[in-house]
């Protein structure tokens, strides 16, 4: 197994303890599982630039790296979203917010699920989708929205001014992550339209 695909099975490995460390209540648990998902996140950006750069893409890399990429992210969706604590971010400001991110996962999943199924039905008749940049800059804005949304839990039991404040940026830019995800995956559907073709 090459090194790219060692950093990919890395991130699916550091998930579970990501979730653990949310979960657990001890000083400083956002802040350990903030580390942990920043390091899963780097692993993303590391094996394709490693798998490019020395010409190491292989089928396993193409399969895997998807799917580590996707899970990681729900994954930090869900644990924000069932947060047992009063630090729970999207009902800090009210009911209305945690609606506000169950719709904006559904979103997120949807969007997730159409692609790879896309992905799978072009690869069967020998079309490859290649990545756009809108799908990149949406990936790198949801990372960010989650990273600045666990942080925001740390800041409310040291300074609940900076956890206000971090949290609002942390919501919009989630809300930014969901529209980029709404537009990335109708790009997809319309500029591939052809895949659906008899």
């Given at each position: 197994m090459n090194l790219p695909n060692k950093l990919t099975f890395a991130r699916l490995i550091l998930i579970p303890f990501f979730m653990v460390a949310f979960y657990m209540n001890f000083t400083g648990h956002?802040?350990?599982?903030?580390?942990?998902?920043?390091?899963?996140?780097?692993?993303?950006f590391f094996d394709g630039r490693?798998?490019?750069?020395k010409n190491l893409i292989t089928d396993l890399g193409k399969f895997?790296?998807?799917?580590?990429?996707?899970?990681?992210?729900?994954a930090a969706f869900v644990v924000?979203?069932?947060?047992?604590y009063d630090t729970n971010i999207f009902k800090?400001?009210?009911?209305?917010?945690?609606?506000?991110?169950?719709?904006?996962?559904?979103?997120?999943?949807?969007?997730e699920l159409t692609v790879s199924t896309l992905r799978m039905m072009a690869a069967r008749k020998g079309i490859v989708l290649a990545a756009e940049n809108?799908?990149?800059a949406k990936t790198f804005v949801t990372d960010i929205a989650v990273i600045v949304l666990i942080f925001a839990g740390d800041f409310y039991a040291l300074q609940p001014e900076l956890g206000n404040i971090a949290t609002i940026v942390g919501l919009v830019l989630f809300?930014?992550?969901v529209?980029?995800?709404?537009?990335?995956?109708?790009s997809y559907l319309v500029k591939n339209a052809e895949v659906f073709k008899d």
């Open positions: 956002y802040l350990v599982s903030l580390a942990i998902f920043a390091i899963a996140a780097a692993t993303d490693i798998a490019r750069k895997l790296d998807p799917i580590a990429d996707k899970v990681l992210v729900l924000l979203l069932s947060d047992p800090h400001f009210g009911d209305g917010y945690l609606i506000f991110g169950g719709v904006g996962v559904v979103i997120i999943i949807a969007r809108i799908g990149k809300g930014a992550s529209i980029l995800t709404l537009i990335s995956g109708i």
